[in-house]
Every structure is written in C-alpha cells, then in structure tokens.
C-alpha cells in the first residue's frame, strides 16, 4: 500500500481513488484553511490523533446521507414534537467540537479531535465554512454535531449528547433545511449503525466522487447560518 507525504508548501492531494485498502491516502502537511477546503473538496478528510501525523483518508465505500430520504422513527417525532429542546445554529461550535472530543465511543481508546484540529476548524467556522448544529435544553448544551459544507455537501465531522435524543435531533433539523437548501447529501464517512437507521448507505467511492464533484458546481453558503423564520423539521 503507497501512503503519500503531502509537502508543507502545496496543499494539493494525489488522486483519492489512489488510497489503499481501509483509505489511508497520505500523510502529513497541515490543517490550514486552504488545505481543508481543498481536502473536502476532493473527498479527503483528516482522521488522527495525539501520537500520529496527520493521516488524510479517502474511504471505498463512503457512508453518505441523502437528506430527502431521512428516515425519523416515530418516537423521535414525537419527541421533536413535544419542542422541549431548542435549536440553534453556530452559537456555540467550539464547546460543541470539546464535547465531541470528551465523548468517548465503545471502540475508542481516545479521541480523534485533537487540540490542533479544535483550533482549524474554529477557523473554518470563523470563516463561515464549518457550522455547529445545537440542541439546548433550560439554556444548556445538551447535545450537538458540527460538520463542513462545500458547495451542495455538508460533511459531517462528529455529535455528542448529554441527554437521550438530542443529537439525534440535530440531525433531523439538519437534514430538513439542507432539503430545503437544496442540499444533494451529508457526508457521514464512516458505517455506524445509528446513522444507518436513519437511513444512510454506503456507495462506492467512485460514486461518492462524481456526486461530490456535481455538487460542488454550486455555490457555498458561507457565513454564520440561520434557520428560516418558522421553520420546524416536521
């Protein structure tokens, strides 16, 4: 398997059809601005953490959701229903990727979200490009996710909760004014069953690829976004 060593100067990639066998594509570079809005853009993202470099993958397959075809268990709907969380977008992106760094999963031994990668996508959302789905309750964070959008594709990055359903609720306000945007999918990367029965599928990266590159046509809805006046997902 050929792993890449990206230069510090040239934020260019290889060819993400050239990653090996679980997806590893390269090595190295950094987490500036350029470099990730360049990585997004050509289905590349960064997954490492404190004792690594930084590794760029490019996974065959992709784990992608189609926003229109969301699917809410009627529990969840019921919940959403009941309008005991409150919804807002980009209040808080930092305390939403920190709690997403100190939740820790089954598999996980520690967290992916490193200091570094804290500090580039603060930018990235200072830079209206990366953007923080909130679940308040009594005007505390209770649950969340984050995410870049390029174009038409929103990229998921990562979600927590501290309360049953709340990220689960972020995601279907998100899902519902991407459709409403226009959106063509949300970028889930990796297989997990959660995301799964909410309706998302695995497709070939060659796929992945060319809906991407379609979609990336559009233009980016960049700055702080805003939900539309009386908007609600159901």
Known sequence: MTVY???????????????????????????????????????????????????????????????????????????INSRKFTIKIDTAFEEVMRNCAA?????????????????????????????????????KLVGGLYGVSLGKVFYGESMFFKESDASKVALVWLARLLVAAGFEMIDCQQVTDNLERFGAVAISRDEFLKRLHKAQDAPTIQGQWTFPEEFFPL
């Open 5 to 79: 060593l990206l230069s510090d100067d040239d934020v260019a990639f290889p060819n993400p059809a050239l990653a090996g066998g679980e997806g590893l594509l390269a090595v190295g570079g950094d987490l500036r601005i350029e470099r990730l809005v360049n990585a997004y853009a050509n289905g590349i993202f960064p997954w490492y953490d404190d004792e690594s470099p930084i590794l760029w993958w490019s996974p065959d397959p992709r784990f992608v959701l189609f926003p229109e075809d969301l699917h809410i268990p009627r529990s969840l709907r019921r919940v």
């Open 103 to 139: 939740s820790l999963r089954p598999d996980e031994e520690g967290t992916w979200i490193v200091e570094e990668m804290i500090e580039a996508y603060c930018e990235l959302n200072e830079a209206g490009l990366a953007h923080s789905i909130e679940t308040w309750r009594d005007d």
